[in-house]
């Protein structure tokens, strides 16, 4: 039985481009298996006729690109290969693993000049690197659309609890949710970083599959994101590839260190690495001095910590026993391999706009025998905020007070399995909603 679709907040982002009067080709990017297809197949519902263009499966559709010929001829030929009309406003066109045919991503912005009234999106595994040998492909004349695994509020959607969902978006510290709720809340979240929110784990579940099952379909994408590492690059060896994937893993939420994490020089290393970030695989956390914003003006590159894409498949490739989070009520047991670290940074990226990829930062303290650390900075209107995640309730939050103190930002957040409450100039956001941080008013 096919699985049904669940909701996903990038659906809305979709419905309200394809009924935008003058829209461009819109490029769906993410990971591989985080649901960019079926995001688009079920928009398809919304339409007439739709016609899927798959360029993996079909590499001789790709001729037709290659040709020269206008946007109008493509489609005209297209319909006639598929048998299905290519109608402005009734048909939904859809080029699937597009990093198959170069050519073809060229034509998108050609289809904006010369056919914008027909609906075109395009989406691909690895697009990442084929997007790097057309860099100004499209500037201007086609749209990004940025998705992630599901966030802790599309799990909680999935599983038919939106009135909690509504209820933790109106608490505030100022107006704490009560008890037995939160509590409800942090067991939710517990059952949310041991699957982790890729779509055909989260799906399984919502089926009612064993926990057993789940992390069959995890090992199973676990091989397949590895098998793809041939296909990165050829001049970097897969073995070189997974040495450094295997590094990250195991230092998860630490400072990358680059000496030891391969069998190689540093520059192998950095490529080898590159590219797992490039495929979504692997998300930077970049060092800023935080004087000013954008944050991102005072970087220093080198140094970085590194979040694995999913909180479910890390800790499947750790081999953590994760029952202890289950049977143990102390949620400090939630941090081995620093998962509450790993799911706030994750969630954070998928709180920001869908249309613009988000950088993600962190400040540590550079003084000699100083070694305070805030483990993530968000930028609020003027302000930087700082963030200090905790998976228990104990913490002196000194480092966010000399943050405080040294940066003259507004108030700090602290994400830990607290309730929501307030110390002075301290918010106390709860881990399962830190992706309302962007809406906490001051």
């Known amino acids: 039985m096919e699985n049904e679709y669940l909701y996903r907040k990038i659906d809305d982002q979709l419905l309200a481009w394809s009924k935008e009067s003058k829209r461009k080709p819109l490029l769906v990017r993410g990971a591989r298996q985080v649901g960019k297809s079926s995001a688009i197949k079920n928009l398809a519902q919304h339409f007439e006729y739709f016609v899927e263009v798959n360029f993996d499966q079909q590499k001789e559709v790709c001729t037709l690109f290659e040709k020269g010929i206008s946007p109008q001829e493509i489609c005209e030929n297209l319909s006639l290969i598929y048998n299905i009309p290519i109608i402005p406003g009734k048909t939904l066109l859809f080029f699937d693993e597009i990093q198959a045919c170069i050519a073809a991503i060229s034509s998108l912005r050609y289809f904006y000049e010369k056919y914008p009234e027909r609906h075109l999106v395009a989406a691909g595994s690895l697009l990442e690197f084929a997007l790097e040998e057309l860099p100004s492909f499209g500037v201007g004349r086609v749209r990004s659309l940025f998705v992630y695994p599901f966030s802790f509020e599309e799990f909680l959607i999935a599983n038919k609890e939106t009135m909690l969902w509504g209820a933790i978006q109106k608490a505030t510290p100022q107006k704490a949710l009560l008890e037995p709720i939160h509590k409800k809340a942090l067991l939710l979240l517990k059952k949310f970083l041991i699957l982790g929110g890729m779509p055909e784990v989260i799906a399984s579940y919502v089926q009612g599959k064993s926990m057993l099952d789940c992390l069959r379909i995890m090992d199973d994408l676990i091989i397949s994101y590895k098998d793809d590492f041939s296909k990165y690059k050829k001049r970097v060896p897969e073995s070189r590839i997974t040495e450094v994937f295997d590094s990250v893993m195991q230092n998860a939420g630490k400072p990358f260190v680059y000496a030891g994490a391969a069998n190689a020089n540093y520059k192998q290393i950095k490529e080898a690495l590159d590219l797992l970030i490039k495929a979504g695989l692997v998300i930077p956390v970049t060092h800023s001095a935080a ?82 650390e805030v483990d993530y900075l968000i930028q609020k209107n003027e302000d930087i905020i700082p963030i200090e995640i905790k998976s228990g309730k104990r913490g002196s939050m000194q480092s966010l007070h000399l943050f405080l103190k040294e940066k003259q930002s507004p108030y700090g957040i602290r994400s830990s399995s607290e309730n929501f409450c307030a110390y002075e100039n301290i918010k106390v956001i709860p881990l399962y909603a830190i992706g309302n941080i962007y809406h906490v008013n001051k």
């Open 291 to 372: 004087n000013g914003i954008p944050i991102g003006a005072e970087i220093n590159p080198k140094k970085r910590k590194m979040l694995p894409l999913d909180t479910g498949l890390f800790q499947r490739i750790l081999g953590l026993d994760m029952s202890e989070i289950f049977l143990s009520d102390d949620f400090e047991v939630v941090n081995k391999g620093a998962i509450a670290e790993i799911y706030a940074g994750l969630e954070l990226q998928k709180a920001t706009s869908c249309y613009h990829k988000d950088d993600l930062y962190f400040w540590k303290r550079e003084e000699r025998g100083s070694n305070a």
